[in-house]
């Protein structure tokens, strides 16, 4: 196989969202797995994994745009507020036990 290039990770992460996250990633990992660890397309392809796992976690990329402010009228009425910049915690943070207070707080 011939040796991966920053347009073919760009092309697998570009159009990546959040449902497709996880997969993206897998793919980037099968490119540069055999990649020595001080290549730079490894580097390169192991921030874009890093990216895809936050992507995983949010509603959108958002990568070209300021988050909304949680002070803008109307805030409470926005579905998702988990940009990429600022995703949801990954399930190994959050503690959703039987007691926990997110959990009694939902009920």
């Given at each position: 196989?011939?040796e991966p290039?920053?347009?073919?990770?760009d092309a697998?992460?570009g159009?990546?969202t959040p449902?497709?996250?996880?997969?993206?990633?897998?793919?980037?990992?099968?490119?540069?797995?055999?990649?020595?660890?001080d290549h730079?397309?490894r580097?390169?392809?192991?921030?874009?994994m890093e990216?895809?796992?936050?992507?995983?976690?949010?509603?959108?990329?958002?990568?070209?745009?300021?988050?909304?402010?949680?002070?803008?009228?109307g805030?409470?009425?926005i579905?998702?507020?988990?940009?990429v910049?600022?995703?949801?915690p990954?399930a190994?943070?959050?503690?959703?036990?039987?007691?926990?207070?997110?959990r009694?707080?939902?009920?």
């Open positions: 196989m011939a290039t920053r347009d073919d990770i697998l992460v159009p990546a449902h497709f996250a996880y997969q993206l990633r897998a793919r980037v990992r099968e490119l540069i797995e055999d990649l020595p660890s730079p397309m580097r390169y392809g192991e921030e874009k990216l895809l796992d936050r992507l995983g976690h949010a509603s959108s990329l958002a990568a070209d745009t300021a988050p909304e402010p949680r002070s803008r009228i805030w409470e009425t579905p998702s507020s988990a940009p910049s600022d995703p949801l990954s190994s943070r959050r503690n959703y036990g039987r007691d926990s207070p997110a009694t707080e939902q009920a």
